[in-house]
């Protein structure tokens, strides 16, 4: 065979063996190509769901957070009442079925029901999962704090709006950055980190997947994104837990605050019966005092729920959890009264 024939023929199988090669390299890029752009576009779904979930449980977080607040706000009510009953007892024997009365102080009562009025003046323009906030970490904490002194000398209490809500938070972070404490910031984590963001309500955990960019290789990509899922998905049934204890213990929370006013309703019909400022104790009724009695009791439960911190922080970075030890007694404890005095009725 003439040389430049066997030439020509060698030049064409290398020629044919470079296009398959080349053939075989384009399909291997585009499908590294396509594997990418799913494991981006699954990612990116996934975070979207998670957000949905955080929105979701935030949401029912700051409906059950305001609820407290009122309640708490109400409280000053049943002080007022109170305070014009002479030689009251301690009621430290009272209970009805198996729940005693839960220790507390008039004082404390009056001073949350005083703090908790000026933070909801201020929840109507707050960001969401500021209310939540307080519901995490126990209201009666925020509203107490309420009554301190905003980094301006000012008295929180004699601020309004987000400017009360701005300076509790501060003060629950030690302080305005300026002085040296942890500002709003600082203050909104230790509200049991529970919101104003996603990450506070769950923990540290959530910014390993959320914050975090893929890998620009395929195979790389696609393991942080199976990675990230995973975590997600523990992520969310905890979110959508949270959301649920959440809204069960809002609508408990609702049943007794109820009863509450229609027992303040027969307590403050009997103190005002007397026509006197100031009413003895020993002058009442054996049925009166049992009202009164049931009132103090039922505020005593009610001061107890809002006193529970739905979500116990992380000390690492894992993940926070539901306080459900605490939630499940004070739900408890309100279900026996509401049975308790339905029975009575």
Not at 282 to 309: A, D, P, R, T, W
Request: glycine content about 10%; aromatic content about 4%; hydrophobic content about 40%.
């Amino acid at each position: 065979m003439p040389l430049p024939l066997i030439l020509g023929i060698a030049a064409a199988v290398a020629g044919t063996t470079g296009v398959g090669l080349g053939i075989h390299g384009g399909v291997k890029m585009k499908q590294a190509n396509d594997k990418l752009k799913e494991a981006q576009k699954r990612n990116d779904s996934n975070n979207a769901r998670l957000e949905r979930m955080n929105q979701s449980a935030c949401r029912a977080m700051d409906v059950l957070g305001e609820n407290e607040m009122k309640v708490l706000s109400e409280f000053q009510q049943f002080s007022d009442l109170f305070e014009r009953i002479k030689n009251r007892p301690e009621f430290a024997d009272v209970k009805i079925g198996n729940v005693k009365i839960p220790k507390f102080e008039g004082e404390e009562i009056k001073k949350a029901s005083v703090g908790a009025s000026v933070l909801i003046g201020g929840l109507g323009g707050a960001a969401l999962g500021t209310a939540g906030g307080f519901a995490a970490s126990g209201a009666t904490t925020a509203a107490v704090m309420a009554l301190g002194t905003a980094s301006t000398g000012t008295a929180i209490s004699a601020l309004s709006g987000a400017a009360a809500t701005n300076a509790t938070l501060a003060a629950l972070g030690g302080g305005s950055l300026a002085a040296g404490g942890g500002g709003i910031a600082l203050g909104t984590t230790i509200l049991g980190a529970a919101t104003l963001g996603v990450g506070l309500l769950v923990g540290g955990v959530i910014f390993s997947c959320t914050g975090s960019k893929l890998s620009s290789k395929a195979d790389k990509a696609w393991e942080q994104m199976i990675s990230n899922e995973q975590k997600i998905n523990k992520i969310c049934n905890y979110l959508f837990d949270l959301q649920r204890t959440a809204e069960r213990y809002n609508a408990t929370l609702l049943r007794m605050r109820s009863l509450y006013m229609k027992q303040l309703d027969k307590m403050r019909n009997i103190i005002e019966s007397y026509n006197e400022k100031h009413v003895n104790w020993q002058n009442l009724s054996s049925e009166e005092q049992l009202v009164i009695e049931n009132v103090v009791l039922i505020v005593g439960v009610l001061y107890n729920m809002c006193k529970v911190q739905l979500v116990q922080k992380s000390n690492s970075s894992e993940q926070n959890v539901i306080n459900k030890t605490e939630i499940n007694k004070a739900e408890k404890d309100a279900n026996d009264v509401m049975s308790q005095m339905n029975k009575a009725v």
